[in-house]
Nanobody, 124 residues
Framework: QVQLVESGGGLVQAGGSLRLSCAAS????????MGWFRQAPGKERELAAT????????YYADSVKGRFTISRDNAKNTVYLQMNSLKPEDTAVYYC?????????????????WGQGTQVTVSS
């Protein structure tokens, strides 16, 4: 069992930055592929970024590529999402998720555990 707790969301002006953190419980964090998803009002949840167990392979949605960076610290059981050059369209609830899949996790259904989410609001 893995419990995930996100933090770091908030209100920021367009062009600003935020760093989200996701702290995981349990001693097996390093075995999991991790992902950051987001859900904007009235829209379906979508993948923003994913990272493999060791942190050396990552994937980004086109909408965030070049602006967001996913990373992890297995010693601290934490995964991060650094978000730069934020846009109003980045406004959403951001969720971290853990998957026992091999490699990267592109689809929601491969994720076993989810956090409660943290709100990110970008004002224009």
């Amino acid at each position: 069992q893995v419990q995930l707790v996100e933090s770091g969301g908030g209100l920021v002006q367009a062009g600003g930055s935020l760093r989200l953190s996701c702290a995981a419980s349990g001693r097996t964090f390093s075995r999991y592929t991790m992902g950051w998803f987001r859900q904007a009002p009235g829209k379906e949840r979508e993948l923003a970024a994913t990272i493999n167990w060791s942190g050396d392979i990552t994937y980004y949605a086109d909408s965030v590529k070049g602006r967001f960076t996913i990373s992890r610290d297995n010693a601290k059981n934490t995964v991060y999402l650094q978000m730069n050059s934020l846009k109003p369209e980045d406004t959403a609830v951001y969720y971290c998720a853990a998957s026992s899949t091999y490699g990267l996790g592109y689809r929601e259904y491969v994720y076993d555990y989810w956090g409660q989410g943290t709100q990110v609001t970008v004002s224009s």
